[in-house]
């Protein structure tokens, strides 16, 4: 089993930054792929930024040059710089990762962090 804890979650105003962090901890082999993913109220959660072992990174439109997505392999840790906070921006903010199959089948599984919230103040 693989569990993903968040950190780094409050309370911002706007214009303001976070920092968050995603510790991924158990049975793993390698990380294929992190990401952070944004829930606000009412709204289905959408992809803010993932990264892939290698370090190639893809943003959300609305994130772009204010957002920065990092992760460290050796501690299988994956990290979301937030500049320039928007009341937008709040919501509940996930940790996604996705692994390899531990006994080298073709498939990979899916882990979710339980959710840290972000919330900017106008």
């Known amino acids: 089993q693989v569990q993903l804890v968040e950190s780094g979650g409050g309370l911002v105003q706007a214009g303001g930054s976070l920092r968050l962090s995603c510790a991924a901890s158990g049975r793993i082999v390698s990380i294929n792929r992190m990401g952070w993913y944004h829930q606000a109220p009412g709204k289905p959660r959408e992809l803010v930024a993932a990264?892939?072992?290698?370090?190639?990174?893809n943003y959300a439109d609305s994130v772009k040059g204010r957002f920065t997505i990092s992760r460290d392999n050796a501690k299988n840790t994956v990290y979301l710089q937030m500049n320039g906070l928007k009341p937008d921006d709040t919501g509940v903010y996930y940790c996604?990762?996705?692994?390899?199959?531990?006994?080298?089948?073709?498939?990979?599984?899916?882990?979710w962090g339980q959710g840290t919230q972000v919330t900017v103040s106008s």
């Open positions: 990264i892939t072992r290698g370090g190639s990174t």
């Open positions: 996604h990762a996705r692994l390899p199959d531990p006994l080298m089948a073709p498939v990979e599984y899916d882990y």
